[in-house]
């Protein structure tokens, strides 16, 4: 009974619509969520099979809800420094606990990376979920030396109330200047000396003394360079005491000709009472960089050393390999965690859950963490969110369609009732 | 998606237009601030995923050129210095008058050689005598007067190197919380044109007070040095200058590379003064030029005066026939006898030189004695002027002086005198003159620094029309897309 089957075939038009009205209103009023990914139905036809050329057997209509989660939204900048955005494929881990190593079902990955810091130091996003990340170490390497990276059993929420203080060591100090060549006529003159400060492994700060006297050995152009260090014999015996030559003659005039106990263009000390061991870039025997003799006057002209002062966090940053750096008031910049990037195969098949975030499923397949910006991962944006993928046009117009098909469905549903009621009318 | 990116677009033009306009404002507040430099914002294009995504200020930069600046702090370090030592001059030469004023010291002793004259006419003239006593008495005020003034220069120019000192001090603490701030949010892209620009103020100011040289790190923080390479800001750390002032300053105060009773300026226990030794101490700005009025120009001064008190003291002790070994004549050094050989006794005499009180009737002496010798026993005859004649004999020898006076070696002490004043004079005006011309050169690099660094209300004004117009179009642009969306709700 075709009639029949129109009217039901009309019928599953009215829900396949209505479905689609309903993800509709959803994207709207999702349309300003950070992270959120829009739900489309797409439609595929039911046929009912025809037994004879010439009937034809009304199927209908199925809606299949699809979401696009692969679809990036637009990257919004923002003034704070821990909300980060992907720019490109991948999501962030959360979790629903403070734990590490939570269980898989307390897990989930999202995009919505509006991160704040709680009263403890998580960075947790508007949802509440915990953002989880690989601890580091302060020279950048995982503090586990090989993470899992297809399970989420490395990874541990971030937390960044826990660094708090550094100090960071001198282990090198550049000097560059001009000694007066007219001092050093091989008799005994004053010393002139600079003071250079540089830190101690436990963050104080000492001072080396680096002391120049026109040599007393009766040869020109000879001076004696003698170190001190305030952290050794208080500073009242030097910790190098040698005769350093210039050239005086040739292409490499006014550079040092010999500087006993340097190796390799550096001239290693051992400082701090010998507890710390540091480079002095003094510049090479014939290189004209370094610290150099000519007649004029004294002038240093660059003076650099790494290290730095006891300090405590002022302020994190994310950069865009997904390190999440701190900022301490000394100046020192210390990589602290690593937001892994998951990637799972088919992020469409993510099923989706409360606070915009997805839980793996069959169709999603397995998940791998890759360092973002490597391999399919994006790179993680700081002080950018990501805006929800929805577009209100778009969605506008779906509605205008949506609702005239409905409509029309509901007009075949009228038109069957009427031919019905016009057979029903032939029995009297 | 595209009405949503227009809007985006939009809406970073709206924000950076509107950002520039702050900057702008921010410029046109401050085109007369002192040590202001003109801000810019760097645009680029906001890019994400490759795809354009409207507009964005990628920086805030300042124009500024460094070896420019570093040009104007070492000018006008040496322009402090040689207004500083013609400053301090002017009000020693001040004290001292012109050879040819009543005050002088050249007029006094020429008074003082007119009243011998006259009494060598009339020597029973008992008014004539008076003021001979008086001339003398004129002469040696007059000395007094100038070593006093001598040491009140030099209080002043050691207090002046305490001032420098306390706000070098004052500076490089600003300049390592700067260092601090500067460690703490340089490279977070944030802006720091406002601390640089309070960085440079201190580092003119400092420049002023004294020469330095300074070293930027790679992280952004600077190392200031003198410019003999002692270091005073380290990163946070201050070698603070180390100075104490001397209560008062005689003449035979002296620094003497710090074995003297006058402090040294000393960083970490080592004296960079000028003249202690140090082989790359202080060059240039206020703090060198108080050291030179304190520790050479005024002790030159004094060593002058001191020549002449003693040529005065000794030529009236060996011209007077009365005066036996170990007595003193008309000028005493405070009431004793005046040994010229002995350079301990030279020093300061100008400060102590005084009339014998036994030539004057207010402190018990007679008036005779001018006529007849200051160790006279008794009166000789009223008509006696034999050693009226010898005493003026003192102003026509031609003496020896100590050539550290930097004055003639041998002349008579009127013209040596005479000498002295216009020395002091030209030296000041030499110094002013110096000062001036490198003040000339501090003012022409300064303007063109100005004119590189400073805002332009001009330019800055041409630029808010653009914002204006940047703004608007986006504005527009925002309109649009709304009529649009309307369009589609009509639907």
Redesign the interface.
């Known amino acids: 009974m075709s009639i029949l089957g129109a009217m039901y075939s009309a019928v599953s038009g009215l829900g396949a619509q209505s479905t689609k009205l309903g993800a509709i209103s959803d994207n709207i009023a999702n349309s300003s969520t950070t992270g959120y990914k829009r739900v489309d139905v797409e439609f595929s036809s039911l046929v009912t099979e025809q037994v004879s050329r010439r009937s034809y057997a009304a199927g209908g209509v199925a809606g299949n809800v699809r979401r696009q989660v692969d679809v990036q939204g637009l990257l919004q900048a923002t003034s704070s420094s821990t909300d980060i955005a992907i720019n490109g494929d991948g999501f962030f881990v959360v979790s629903d606990t403070q734990n590490a190593n939570p269980q898989q079902d307390l897990t989930a990955l999202t995009r919505a990376g509006s991160f704040t810091p709680d009263d403890q130091g998580f960075l947790r996003n508007a949802a509440g979920y915990y953002l989880m990340g690989f601890a580091l170490n302060p020279d950048g390497t995982t503090v586990n030396p090989s993470p899992a990276r297809d399970a989420l059993s490395s990874v541990e929420p971030v937390n960044i109330a826990g660094i708090n203080f550094t100090g960071a060591p001198t282990t090198a100090v550049t000097f560059a200047g001009n000694l007066p060549a007219q001092l050093a006529n091989g008799t005994p003159g004053a010393p002139i000396s600079t003071d250079i400060e540089y830190f101690t492994e436990l963050g104080n700060s000492n001072t080396l003394t680096l002391q120049w006297t026109p040599s007393s050995d009766g040869i020109a152009n000879d001076w004696n360079l003698k170190i001190f260090d305030s952290g050794t014999g208080g500073g009242t015996t030097a910790i190098y005491d040698q005769i350093v030559s210039f050239n005086d003659t040739g292409p490499d005039a006014g550079s040092p000709s010999a500087i006993p106990g340097i190796a390799g263009g550096q001239l290693p000390l051992s400082v701090n009472g010998g507890l710390q061991a540091m480079n002095l870039d003094i510049g090479d025997v014939n290189d004209p960089s370094g610290v150099t003799q000519f007649a004029g006057e004294y002038v240093p002209t660059k003076i650099n050393k790494n290290g730095a002062l006891f300090g405590v966090v002022n302020r994190v940053e994310v950069s865009d390999d997904g390190i999440i750096t701190a900022i301490f008031n000394n100046g020192v910049r210390r990589p602290i965690y690593q937001i892994p990037i998951a990637i799972v195969q088919n992020p469409n098949g993510l099923s989706a859950r409360d606070g915009t975030a997805f839980d793996q499923s069959r169709d999603s397949g397995s998940l791998y963490l890759w360092d973002a910006g490597v391999g399919p991962a994006g790179k993680t944006a700081g002080t950018s969110l990501e805006r929800s993928n929805v577009d209100i046009a778009q969605e506008l117009t779906s509605m205008i369609e949506t609702q005239r098909t409905y409509s029309t469905n509901a007009k075949v549903i009228q038109t069957a009732d009427e031919m019905l009621s016009e057979l029903t009318q032939l029995k009297r | 998606?595209s009405?949503?990116?227009a809007l985006?677009a939009a809406l970073s033009g709206l924000i950076t237009a509107q950002r520039q306009t702050a900057l702008t404002s921010r410029n046109i507040a401050n085109a007369a601030t002192p040590g202001y430099t003109r801000k810019d914002a760097e645009l680029a294009a906001q890019t994400?995923?490759g795809e354009g995504?409207g507009v964005?200020v990628a920086s805030i930069v300042r124009k500024v050129d460094t070896m420019l600046q570093q040009d104007v702090r070492r000018e006008s370090g040496l322009s402090a210095e040689l207004q500083t030592k013609a400053d301090g001059l002017a009000s020693f030469t001040t004290a001292i008058g012109q050879p040819d004023e009543e005050r002088s010291l050249s007029s006094q002793i020429a008074k003082l050689s007119q009243a011998f004259q006259s009494l060598g006419e009339s020597p029973e003239n008992a008014v004539i005598q008076h003021s001979v006593v008086g001339a003398a008495q004129g002469v040696a005020r007059s000395l007094n007067q100038l070593a006093s003034a001598v040491g009140e220069q030099r209080k002043a120019a050691d207090q002046g190197i305490s001032d420098s000192v306390d706000s070098i001090n004052q500076s490089l603490d600003d300049l390592a919380n700067i260092n601090?701030q500067?460690?703490?949010v340089?490279?977070?892209g944030r802006d720091v044109t406002d601390l640089l620009d309070q960085r440079d103020k201190l580092l003119d100011s400092l420049s002023n007070e004294l020469g330095i040289?300074s070293?930027t790190?790679?992280?952004g923080?600077i190392?200031v040095?003198t410019?003999?390479?002692?270091?005073l800001l380290?990163?946070?750390?201050v070698?603070h200058l180390s100075f104490s002032t001397t209560t008062t300053i005689g003449a035979a105060s002296a620094y003497n590379a710090g074995a003297g009773p006058l402090s040294g300026v000393t960083v970490?226990g080592?004296d960079i003064s000028p003249g202690s030794?140090?082989?790359?101490a202080i060059r240039s700005g206020r703090l060198a030029g108080n050291f030179a009025l304190r520790d050479t120009i005024l002790p030159q001064a004094q060593t002058q005066l001191d020549e002449i008190a003693s040529t005065l003291a000794d030529g009236f002790q060996r011209a007077d026939a009365t005066v036996g070994a170990g007595q003193s004549g008309l000028f005493t050094d405070n009431g004793t006898f005046h040994d010229r050989t002995d350079p301990a006794q030279v020093t300061g005499l100008s400060e102590r030189i005084a009339v014998n009180a036994l030539v004057d009737p207010d402190q018990g002496g007679s008036l005779w004695r001018i006529r007849d010798g200051i160790q006279a026993a008794a009166p000789g005859a009223p008509g006696d002027a034999i050693q009226v004649r010898a005493f003026l004999g003192v102003f026509d020898e031609a003496v020896n002086y100590n050539a550290g006076a930097g004055l003639s070696t041998s002349a008579r002490v009127g013209s040596y005198a005479t000498e002295f004043v216009g020395y002091q004079d030209n030296q000041r005006a030499a110094f002013q003159d110096r000062a001036t011309y490198q003040g000339s050169i501090t003012n022409t690099l300064s303007t063109q620094r100005i004119n590189l660094e400073g805002v332009n209300i001009d330019d800055e004004m041409q630029k808010m029309l653009l914002f204006e117009q940047t703004y608007n179009a986006s504005a527009k642009v925002i309109q649009a897309v709304r009529d649009?969306?309307d369009k589609?709700?009509e639907?």
């Open positions: 998606m009405l949503s990116l985006d994400l995923q995504r964005m601090k500067l460690s703490v340089g490279g977070s040289t070293l790190r790679g992280d923080q190392m040095l410019q003999g390479g002692t270091t380290d990163g946070a750390k070698n970490n080592l030794g140090y082989p790359s649009m969306m589609l709700l639907l």
